[in-house]
């Protein structure tokens, strides 16, 4: 089994920054694309930014410049810097993986953690 744990959300001022975490943990041969989404409420859940195994990152039109997307093999982990943080960015952000085990290819969600950006 193969799961993944967000950490750093939670409540911050417009202009502010926060920094996201993902672990990925279980019987894990290789992970693929990793990447963070974010529901904000009454939409639909939408891509913030992904990177390749091979580092290579692309990101929705409404972060750049302003989040960066990084991951360090070694821990199986990704991270999302969120600088200039602004209220419409308020949401769940989730973490996702393409995730290689023993036995098969997973696409892997985690629970989500809370962004809130106040005015």
């Known amino acids: 089994q193969v799961q993944l744990v967000e950490s750093g959300g939670g409540l911050v001022q417009a202009g502010g920054s926060l920094r996201l975490s993902c672990a990925a943990s279980g019987s894990i041969v290789s992970i693929n694309a990793m990447g963070w989404y974010r529901q904000a409420p009454g939409k639909q859940r939408e891509l913030v930014a992904v990177?390749?195994?091979?580092?290579?990152?692309n990101y929705s039109d409404s972060v750049k410049g302003r989040f960066t997307i990084s991951r360090d093999n070694a821990k199986n982990m990704v991270y999302l810097q969120m600088n200039s943080l602004k209220p419409e960015d308020t949401a769940v952000y989730y973490c996702?993986?393409?995730?290689?085990?023993?036995?098969?290819?997973?696409?892997?969600w985690g629970q989500g953690t809370l962004v809130t950006v106040s005015s």
């Open positions: 996702n993986a393409g995730v290689r085990t023993v036995l098969r290819y997973r696409d892997v």
């Open positions: 990177i390749t195994s091979g580092a290579s990152t």
